[in-house]
């Protein structure tokens, strides 16, 4: 620790660490990344749309012909000679204002631009990437990446130009009637010169984040200055703790024996965190009106205003006494002092009824008035020196705020005291302060996505907590419901679901590119497309009948059919897996059937099918590959296969996390299976219908996959096009994609090649089969999924 004389006068001396000189700014971080991530989408969008490019650039060639010569001429001399000078002026201006190390980072940016332009250029010239090659350069003899360019707009960047609108204003200006000369003069092509913009800046930034900046954070003596302006009499000051966001804050005492806490918003704090609260905003459904990137101006307002706002409403919070901005890089909130002892800091046994009803009160009079505290944790609940309760940290709070955060902070505050005093006392105490409707209120809310980073992590030691505390509540309000409320947009699962169907699309276009769809449907032959088709309507009834032999009470016939109709709908958004068993269980609830019991006969059809699957794939491998041995032999590929499935189960139930994942998804599908095949097979003919039905399905879908080459003239051994189906389903069903949509193709297609078919023969069959199988299916799919809805049967 150091001590800095703050005041000459007034003797008072700020205790606290010398600040560093120089720092890694997150927001120039945060510039790195998102101009990189734009460098890479325009190179990405140039190389997708190059014919539309290539006419741009033309249209732009053509218009600078029709400039006049002499103007062409003045343009080029002054950009040439204009991209040197200004950045040599702001140099010499920036040394006069004895700012010359501004001017050595720029220069450092500038050499690291240099030499990185020169080695992606040589890269690119000797590469394997004549793509990029050809849209850089035009396919002529000319740079890729301007070097000088490059260097002008890092050295740019660096030395910060962008904050001198003046100095901004001109260096672009002449930026842009270089690359106008250059362009003219065929040195540039519009790609060309849009990446070697981007690649400047991002060396730019990257060169900022590297070396650091000056700080200029200001440091005690001037948050003592500031403290004179509002009229406080500081005599001594120390630096303390920072708070959850980083923020400083000093302990300061005056001159008439109180204390001031004073907390400093530096400028170069506002986007730290960004990332969680850009994700957080993303994914998660709020009603909060708080920006991500929050200005130091706005900041300062919002926590203020929250401030006074829990002044207003009574709740015992610490006072703010005063505000104050400390330059253009800083501002103050100045607190009254209090001595207080973080929840977090009193142990268990000491947290008496009592002190929980007080918590309790404290946040109700906080949404008496529509105030949200936005962090009811352990840190943010004070006691004072009599034991009462205090609210801290009121910038994470929220105003005027709407019912889903008001019913956040009593989740989160619920979740909070369980940890501590367990879930009956919690939920007890609650209920007798702010009543059983408000807790009934906040239980959809009882979420591990909704609560707090620290409380979310003291969760991952008693798992069982929040269904605890819905089970006490439930005690309290019989009548409440205990549906959750869809807080995320999305999960993590859908962003995996959305890069398989991104790469399912690109297999299935590069398919479709080497096939003429047109030419498909036009040459194949009729009768056995026919034939095809009536043995895709067949797997549907085989589905109905699979599905009624499960489920011992009475199912019609057609009705359930038309389920699976609806079924094949919404394979269009969900995995092949997924959408179907969601569908049937609905279904069977619908038909009054206990939700357990839906699930189990659900679970014991997909049991058998996938006990049929495994046995036919065996059967037909073995069948094929010792009657075919010469031309296809399965029957090695087969223990291949086989052997990589093994280590890839063991891989999966020797690491711990995913054995328990996965037992746990096989225990709540499976848990009442055995109980209902027991009650199936007290009736022969429900066990013959479900064995039929299953065993329809496959052959069904068999015979259209054989019809399908043979539509057009391809000839297989009925039992290899089993072989290749049956593999190929039991990847589309494991495939997170809509429908197995890509994985199906990929196998189905690869399967049929390697058992003897040409290329482009088995890639039409694939198409065809996939088209009356799982494309066409969805209009009628729609239909009997609106009729259904229509008629309360889903």
């Known amino acids: 620790m150091a001590e800095a004389r703050a005041d000459a006068d007034a003797d008072v001396y700020v205790v606290e660490p010398l600040l560093p000189q120089r720092l890694r700014r997150p927001s120039d971080l945060l510039r790195f990344f998102s101009t990189l991530i734009v460098l890479a989408a325009v190179i990405l969008l140039a190389l997708v749309a190059k014919q539309t490019l290539n006419g741009l650039e033309a249209d732009v060639k053509e218009g600078t012909t029709l400039v ?3 103007l062409s001429r003045i343009a080029t001399f002054l950009g040439g000679a204009a991209v040197l000078i200004v950045p040599v002026a702001f140099a010499v201006e ?27 250029g040589q890269w690119l010239v000797t590469g394997s990437v004549e793509d990029l090659r050809m ?18 707009i890092a050295y740019a960047t660096a030395v910060r130009i962008s904050r001198r609108p003046t100095w901004r204003a001109l260096m672009w200006t002449v930026i842009a009637l270089d690359i106008f000369a250059l362009f003219s003069g065929r040195q540039i092509t519009l790609p060309g010169a849009a990446v070697t913009v981007l690649v400047g800046m991002v060396i730019g930034y990257g060169t900022l984040y590297g070396v650091g900046s000056p700080n200029t954070r200001p440091p005690g ?30 302990a300061i005492g005056l001159s008439d024996g109180s204390s001031l806490d004073v907390t400093v918003l530096d400028r170069d704090r506002q986007v730290a965190g960004l990332p969680y609260r850009l994700w957080r905003r993303f994914r998660l459904h709020s009603e909060t009106r708080r920006r991500a ?42 607190y009254e002092h209090l001595e207080t002892t973080p929840l977090d800091e009193v142990p268990d046994s000491e947290i008496d009824d009592d002190l ?9 009079l906080l949404q008496i008035q529509r105030l949200a505290h936005r962090r009811l944790t352990g840190d943010g609940i004070h006691l004072d020196g009599a034991g009462r309760v205090v609210l801290t940290d009121a910038r994470s709070g929220e105003i005027a705020a709407g019912d889903l955060l008001l019913r956040l902070d009593v989740a989160q505050l619920l979740t909070y005291l369980a940890l501590r005093v367990g879930a009956e006392r919690s939920v007890r105490i609650a209920a007798a302060v702010i009543g059983p409707d408000a807790l009934a209120a906040a239980m959809p809310l009882l979420q591990r996505i909704a609560l707090t980073r620290e409380t979310r992590s003291a969760l991952s030691k008693d798992k069982q907590l929040l269904p605890r505390l819905r089970e006490e509540i439930v005690a309290l309000k019989p009548q409440a419901k205990v549906e959750e409320v869809r807080l995320e947009r999305f999960r993590p699962r859908t962003l995996v679901t959305i890069i398989a169907s991104t790469l399912a699309a690109y297999i299935l276009l590069s398919q479709l590119s080497r096939v003429n769809v047109g030419q498909v449907i036009t040459t194949a032959n009729w009768a056995w497309s026919g034939l095809a088709l009536l043995a895709s309507f067949i797997s549907f009834v085989g589905a109905a009948l699979m599905l009624r032999g499960f489920v011992p009470e009475p199912l019609p016939l057609w009705r359930t059919v038309l389920v699976q109709f609806a079924s094949s709908f919404v394979k269009l958004v969900a995995p ?9 269980t609905r279904y069977l609830q619908k038909r009054g059937i206990s939700p357990a019991l839906a699930v189990a006969s659900v679970g014991a059809s997909q049991l058998v099918m996938m006990i049929f699957h495994i046995t036919l794939l065996l059967l037909f491998a073995y069948i094929t590959g010792s009657s075919t041995a010469t031309s296809f032999t399965p029957s090695r590929g087969l223990v ?20 328990r994942i996965i037992t746990g998804r096989m225990r709540s599908l499976f848990s009442n299976v055995l109980p209902r095949l027991l009650d199936v097979l007290q009736s022969p003919r429900k066990v013959i219908e479900g064995c039929a039905g299953t065993l329809m399905i496959t052959l069904a879908f068999v015979g259209c996959l054989d019809a399908c080459v043979a539509a057009f003239g391809g000839s297989l051994d009925f039992t290899a096009v089993a072989v290749v189906y049956l593999t190929a389903n039991a990847i589309g069903s494991a495939a997170p994609t809509p429908g197995g949509l890509g994985a199906v193709e990929a196998s189905l297609t690869l399967g049929l090649t390697v058992a003897g078919l040409p290329a482009e023969l088995a890639t039409s069959a694939v198409l065809l089969f996939r088209l009356l199988t799982f494309w066409l299916p969805v209009l009628p799919g729609w239909a009997s999924f609106t009729y259904l809805q229509r008629h309360e049967a889903l």
């Open 356 to 364: 929980v009803a007080q918590i309790w009160e404290q946040v109700e």
């Open 221 to 250: 003596n001037a948050v003592i200055a500031s403290l004179r302006k509002l009229s406080f009499a500081p005599v001594s000051a120390r630096r303390i703790e920072d708070d959850h966001q980083g923020s400083r804050r000093y």
């Open 68 to 70: 006049p010569d002499l």
């Open 576 to 584: 092949a897996a997924v959408g179907g068993v969601a569908i049937n």
């Open 94 to 120: 920036r040394v006069f204002h004895r700012d010359g190390l501004r001017v050595a980072e720029g220069l450092i940016a500038a050499i690291v631009g240099m030499v990185v332009s020169f080695l992606l």
């Open 293 to 334: 990137i929050r200005s130091l101006r706005a900041e300062l307002e919002r926590e203020a205003l929250m401030a006074y706002a829990a002044q207003a409403a009574g709740a015992s919070t610490p006072r703010l006494l005063g505000t104050s901005e400390i330059g253009t890089e800083a501002a103050l909130l100045a």
């Open 135 to 152: 849209l850089l350069t035009g396919g002529r003899s000319i740079e890729p990446l301007n070097t000088l360019l490059t260097s002008v």
């Open 640 to 659: 291949v296969v086989m052997l990589a499935v093994a280590v890839l189960v063991v891989a999966l139930l020797g690491v711990p996390p995913l054995r």
